[in-house]
């Protein structure tokens, strides 16, 4: 049975000049203890994802419509109480900015035992114990120590591991990290993603990975999910999706990214720009920049359908003999 | 004209104004007010200065609704036989007038103060921020008074134009600093963004880089500062008149006339001091209120 | 008023000589805590030794990288190249004149015409409150390159087109454009007294992969039909791949290699570029395990002695953690390191 399962959510923000819908039918699933990464550029709305699963949108946002089911029950309906029950002891939260993600007026320790304790049924030196385990298995050295530390007693790197010894605290199941790497320096990032990979498989907990970085993705993930304008434009398995993509606009993403083993003249670009949330084209969010675009494509919408290896939201994979094809005008140039 | 007061009422900010209940009233209030006290001598039924249409007879006459009051005499009358709604509205005028040049003149001398402090650092930083906490550590009414006391002190037969620079000088003095440390904490943000290190490897002057890019930057916090201070610096005016050293009695403003009728609050004739003092209150009101309203509108995170 | 010619380059030094050479520089900065402080808590004086002895050369048309992480002095180097900072130490030449003593003088001032610089952030490196048109007509303004009005607004007309923009975009304000589009407003910006060296400080790094390829391209367009001369500063070695002719790699405020690009990306010789070239998250090595190296960068108050990357590196012995490598040239590529030297790597 998936781990999480997100059907039709649609996040809309109500606004003075109208309804901004900021996620529009998100569908897909993630398993117990994999790895999924979500990918985008800036406005596709993967963070905002990951907010609506932690429950922590921001109002006036707020979900529309759609559900969010953790092991087979709605978290998406919750009252704010029962959700912080969630909050932690089954879905724990890893941000970008580790400066931020800690208080700093308190010891780290403290901070771990008071998130173990709230969850766990432990005493608080049971709880200690457990902390101290924890900031070793995440690489602290001196654990003993340094738990009675403050924060900005810690390198960006070590709090960015503190931060996720404090999201496995309280043994969840899934862990949503939103850009967990990309205020760190390379050398400290390869550090962080090898320490998240090890650490969740050995607890057993599934990873929701967001990040903007293809690369990170590429090295972490088991399948990857990517997002444009609102939308999950492909999803599959992570090396399907990298080499061989079904969506125009996975393949133009990966053929832009400058690779530091393959030199070219000059880099592939996707002219234009996504659109904005209240200028979302009819049909296919990607229509007017897609190489390959046809009538069909500014008319309806399509949904995610198996490609060769992934799934992919493009009427150019709709199968020959579907009535749904057949149906579709005749291929036109735009 | 009329299309860029349509454009900015459809605006987020003019959108927050229709709607707020209480930016509407003040609005209103604060307009009434300024139309009334610009155009006092159209608005005014008589002319509480012109000594020769002063009768002593109608001398602490109640006001209107009252059997011994006169509807010519709306708002009753004072020791000397003046009008009280008339000199309302030349109280106003003046208490308004007053508190619109020196919040005018305070933010001039504290923008510039603070630009100065927040973009040149170092020792001209460290001074003036020490002259503001000097200036912080007395109370406002202290100072005025001090300046208002040397002023007087130096000019001993002070006409009118020389009291009201001297009052307005006084509050300007003490209002300055506020502006001058706002101003200096955006300056120091804004100075080490991109596009003044962009403007400074064109070429551009310290002093053309302060008026020209960082000072529009930085101008935001300092209306909403100076629409609430109008309404300090019209009490602390009224203050310093109460107390005697501010508005000459030859043209009494709202603290003047407070003043005034204070003495006879006792005996009964309550009209000569509570009107001018609701009039206070109401200007000091509505201008506070558009002042938060404004606060509210301009902040984006609340927006 | 008549506009004036675009300025005429300083007389041209013979072909051989490079267009920027930089010697010796170095940037230090005083950090300490305020006097009373210091007296009080008996703190000691503290020195940031941002930039320590940097020296390196630029050819005409070439574009150098100057990559590290965050700490490394790299933006230090590029705001001593502009002007902004004035180096402790050192100096950089410009065609053969000293640049400082150009910056400060006021007929040198007009050396600013020929170096510019874009900056990392797209949102506050355009003034919010200014039109594109003023925006990108400054510099012009400023060196009295063109005062008639119509010839202006051509003039930056021309230059929106250049960086792919329409004209019409002039007369809107920089919180109308995106990303991508404001960064390209920077560049036409840059580009508008035709200058011929730009000092690029991480421009695409805060843009998206698509956006960054848009951008990237139109640098290396514009640098191939005016001849520019680029300093690229950035931490992301793919795109410096992409970019650069020649790469030099810091660490803690010092240059550890230098090299032709083919050179360092074929075969690093420093283990701090090995270190980095393998960290990087690579596309096509799906579900590889890297060995990362361990450590973090040291603090650059309190840097270690002899050589900075010595507790680090897996190469260092006794030599390494008491005296300071020099940049030395072997085969053409430039390298700090002792082991290097002494052939151990």
């Known amino acids: 049975m998936s781990l999480l399962q997100v059907q039709n959510l649609v996040v809309e923000f109500p606004s003075r000049h109208g309804t901004l819908r900021a996620l529009d039918q998100l569908s897909f699933e993630i398993a117990p203890g994999e790895i999924l990464g979500v990918v985008g550029e800036s406005g596709a709305g993967k963070s905002l994802t990951g907010a609506a699963i932690i429950g922590l949108l921001e109002p006036p946002g707020r979900i529309a419509s759609g559900q969010i089911l953790l092991e087979g029950e709605r978290i998406d309906n919750l009252p704010p109480d029962q959700m912080r029950r969630i909050r932690g002891r089954r879905i724990g939260a890893i941000f970008q900015d580790p400066l931020t993600s800690l208080n700093p007026l308190y010891s780290i320790g403290r901070q771990l035992i008071e998130t173990i304790t709230t969850h766990l049924p432990l005493t608080h030196a049971q709880a200690r114990q457990r902390a101290i385990e924890l900031l070793q298995e995440t690489g602290i050295p001196a654990a003993q120590e340094r738990i009675d530390h403050y924060p900005h007693q810690f390198s960006g790197g070590m709090r960015q591991r503190v931060v996720i010894a404090l999201a496995l605290a309280a043994e969840p199941k899934l862990i949503v990290a939103d850009e967990p790497t990309t205020a760190l320096d390379v050398s400290i990032q390869a550090q962080i993603i090898n320490l998240l990979k090890s650490v969740c498989k050995k607890h057993g907990a599934a990873v929701m990975l967001i990040t903007h970085d293809m690369g990170v993705i590429a090295e972490t993930c088991d399948r990857v999910a990517v997002m444009y304008a609102g939308r999950i434009a492909e999803i599959g398995p992570v090396r399907d999706v990298i080499h061989a993509a079904a969506h125009p606009y996975t393949q133009g993403l990966m053929r832009c990214i400058p690779d530091i083993e393959v030199e070219r003249q000059n880099l592939h670009q996707i002219d234009g720009a996504m659109p904005r949330l209240n200028a979302i084209p009819p049909g296919c969010a990607f229509n007017p920049r897609c190489p390959q675009v046809f009538a069909r494509c500014h008319q309806e919408r399509p949904e995610l359908m198996p490609a060769a290896t992934t799934q992919a939201a493009c009427w150019l994979n709709a199968s020959p003999t579907s009535p749904a094809r057949a149906a579709a005008l005749p291929e036109a140039q735009p | ?303 | 008023m008549s506009a004036q010619p675009a300025a005429a380059a300083p007389q041209a030094p013979p072909e051989a000589a490079p267009l920027i050479r930089a010697v010796d520089l170095a940037r230090t900065f005083d950090v300490s805590a305020p006097w009373l402080n210091r007296v009080l808590e008996r703190k000691p004086r503290q020195l940031l030794h941002a930039v320590d002895g940097v020296s390196f050369e630029i050819e005409r048309g070439q574009t150098l990288a100057l990559v590290g992480e965050s700490g490394c002095g790299k933006s230090t180097v590029a705001r001593l190249l502009v002007g902004l900072y004035q180096p402790s130490r050192g100096h950089f030449e410009f065609a053969g004149q000293d640049a400082h003593a150009a910056y400060r003088s006021r007929s040198g001032r007009a050396i600013r015409r020929h170096i510019q610089m874009i900056f990392q952030d797209p949102y506050a490196s355009l003034n919010p409150r200014w039109r594109v048109a003023d925006i990108v007509a400054e510099p012009l303004r400023e060196h009295g390159l063109i005062s008639e009005r119509a010839a202006l607004e051509a003039r930056v007309g021309e230059l929106l087109q250049s960086v792919g923009l329409s004209p019409l975009d002039r007369v809107k304000f920089p919180h109308q454009f995106s990303g991508g589009q404001r960064q390209r407003i920077s560049i036409a910006r840059a580009l508008a007294t035709q200058p011929e060296f730009l000092v690029c400080d991480e421009p695409t790094s805060a843009l998206d992969v698509s956006v960054q390829a848009q951008v990237l391209n139109i640098m290396k367009d514009l640098q191939r039909q005016q001849g520019l001369t680029y300093l690229f500063i950035s931490h992301n070695l793919a795109v410096v791949r992409h970019v650069s002719d020649h790469v030099g790699v810091m660490y803690l405020g010092r240059l550890v290699e230098l090299a032709p690009k083919q050179a360092l990306f074929a075969q690093p010789r420093h283990p701090y570029t090995r270190m980095l070239l393998e960290a990087i998250p690579k596309l096509h090595h799906t579900g590889h395990a890297r060995t990362p190296v361990q450590g973090e960068v040291p603090n650059p108050l309190n840097p270690p002695t002899g050589c900075a990357f010595h507790p680090r590196c897996p190469a260092a012995n006794r030599r390494c953690s008491s005296e300071r490598p020099v940049l030395q040239s072997l085969d053409g590529v430039r390298v700090a390191c002792h082991a290097v030297e002494e052939g151990r790597l």
């Open chain 2, 1 to 303: 004209m009329k299309s860029t007061l349509f454009k900015w009422l459809d605006s987020d900010v003019g959108h927050s104004f229709r709607t707020s209940p209480a930016a509407l009233f003040a609005a209103a209030i604060a307009l009434v007010c300024g139309l009334a006290a610009l155009f006092a001598p159209w608005v005014a039924p008589h002319n509480p200065f012109d000594l020769a249409t002063l009768d002593l007879n109608n001398a602490r006459l109640p006001p209107a609704w009252y059997p011994e009051g006169q509807w010519t005499f709306l708002l009753g009358t004072d020791d000397q036989g003046r009008d009280i709604l008339s000199a309302l509205i030349y109280g106003a005028r003046i208490s308004l007038f007053v508190g619109l040049i020196s919040v005018l003149l305070s933010v001039l001398l504290g923008v510039t103060l603070g630009l100065l402090a927040g973009y040149l650092g170092g020792w001209v930083d460290a001074l003036l921020m020490r002259l503001c906490d000097v200036m912080l550590s007395f109370p406002a009414i202290l100072i005025a008074l001090l300046i208002a006391g040397i002023g007087h002190t130096l000019f001993p037969n002070a006409h009118e134009a020389l009291a009201f620079g001297v009052l307005i000088a006084a509050i300007t003095l003490t209002g300055w600093v506020q502006y001058a440390r706002t101003v200096r904490g955006s300056t120091l943000v804004e100075r080490q963004k991109e596009y003044v290190q962009a403007a400074r490897v064109i070429g551009v002057s310290s002093l053309a880089i302060m008026r020209r890019h960082v000072l529009p930057n930085v101008l935001g916090p300092v209306l909403v500062l100076a629409t609430i201070q109008v309404a300090t610096a019209i009490i602390t005016e009224a203050t310093l008149s109460f107390l005697g050293v501010g508005a000459p009695p030859t043209s009494p403003s709202l603290g003047t006339l407070i003043r005034i009728g204070n003495d006879y609050l006792f005996s009964g004739e309550w009209w000569i001091t509570i009107f001018p003092g609701l009039v206070l209150v109401l200007i000091a009101l509505s201008v506070n209120l558009l002042g938060d309203w404004l606060r509210d509108a301009l902040n984006p995170r609340l927006r």
